[in-house]
């Protein structure tokens, strides 16, 4: 199982200082998301500024970008970081592609599945030098001359993996069957995982001649350390709040419908729409807490990560900031935590 974090700092002239630290600390990966900054722009950077940790977008919003964008930018990252990069997509929801970024939102599932395809395109003619050629319902793409067509990769260097995320069947199975890996929403307990998403997945890779050996299970994992009562009383409170927001939102109910909190979900709902945030985290009770997140010592935590999903993932990283500078004693001992975990396996 691999260690990763996700680069927070918003300001480009941060993160060269952020990832050499972040490497030198001993992740395994560091991905970059769409919140408040570019996810991509910091990722060159990061990969200038280190040799080895992989690089990831996790998650950059696919519609608000061609297919020829994502590929173009992609390929230049795979190159500059020789062959460390990691393409992350997701659909976010509708209100988000219509009312942030002004696209439309029609048939997700399928409109990403031509958009992975068309980045495939791209990449193999730019690789081997055969025409563009593709067509399906939202794109038609045939036009690639010389003057626009980028140098293949080094030998050595394949095609940057694209890993999309996914919650219920549909996406689910695409991610089977089109991707090289998924990316878990951090929503997400262990009965969800192998009662739902891996079947579901397990359809995607028949569908698509793939196996699960050949396929990444990444995600962010609640985690509360318990080492200093102050920081343990604010990651708790931290968790409460983000399980809570997420539990809010319909698009996650084939997880809280699994576990019976059906009732809590719709009261979360109702809360957020009259914007009673405060109120929202009291609503998770300790039964929802222990299924969603894992507790303990910084130096607990892999190993009680460990036991708790066993094969079931293969990327994880915590959902509480890595800021340099702080809890560097807990981080070490996660990060120690992990490698000897690798180095049984």
């Not at 630290?21 to 991905?31: N, Q, R, S, T, V």
């Not at 173009?72 to 393409?87: E, K, P, T, V, Y």
């Not at 696209?103 to 990403?112: A, F, G, H, S, Y």
């Not at 090289?180 to 929503?187: R, S, T």
Request: with cysteine; glycine share 6%.
């Amino acid at each position: 199982m691999q260690f990763d974090t996700t680069l927070l700092a918003h300001s480009l002239d941060e993160i060269a200082a952020y990832t050499q630290m972040a490497e030198a600390l001993g992740f395994d990966g560091i991905w970059t998301a769409e919140t408040k900054s570019d996810p991509f722009l910091p990722l060159t950077l990061a990969a200038e500024h280190s040799t080895h940790v992989k690089l990831g977008t996790g998650i950059a919003v696919t519609f608000p970008r061609s297919p020829a964008v994502l590929a173009h930018m992609a390929w230049d990252l795979q190159r500059f970081s020789n062959g460390r990069f990691i393409l992350g997509l997701g659909t976010q929801v509708k209100a988000h592609n219509v009312l942030r970024f002004g696209v439309k939102w029609e048939k997700p599932v399928k409109k990403m599945r031509e958009t992975i395809e068309a980045i495939h395109a791209f990449w193999h003619t730019w690789q081997t030098g055969e025409p563009l050629h593709y067509a399906g319902e939202f794109f038609k793409l045939m036009l690639m001359t010389p003057f626009f067509t980028p140098e293949p990769l080094p030998e050595g260097i394949k095609p940057p993996p694209i890993y999309i995320a996914a919650i219920n069947k549909l996406m689910l199975r695409l991610a089977g069957s089109h991707c090289e890996g998924v990316h878990i929403h951090p929503l997400h307990t262990t009965a969800y995982l192998r009662e739902f998403a891996l079947p579901e997945l397990a359809v995607g890779w028949e569908k698509g001649g793939r196996q699960r050996k050949d396929f990444v299970l990444s995600t962010a994992v609640f985690a509360i350390p318990t080492d200093d009562p102050t920081y343990a009383a604010w990651a708790e409170q931290h968790v409460r709040q983000q399980i809570s927001f997420y539990m809010s939102t319909p698009a996650y109910r084939v997880i809280t419908d699994m576990h019976g909190w059906q009732d809590v979900a719709t009261q979360l709902s109702s809360a957020a729409r009259s914007g009673q945030w405060d109120q929202m985290p009291a609503m998770i009770n300790d039964e929802m807490l222990a299924e969603f997140a894992v507790t303990g010592t910084w130096a607990e935590l892999p190993a009680i990560i460990q036991t708790k999903y066993g094969d079931l993932l293969d990327r994880v990283n915590y959902y509480l900031p890595y800021i340099p500078g702080e809890n560097e004693a807990g981080w070490q001992a996660t990060i120690a935590g992990f490698k000897k975990l690798q180095a049984r396996t």
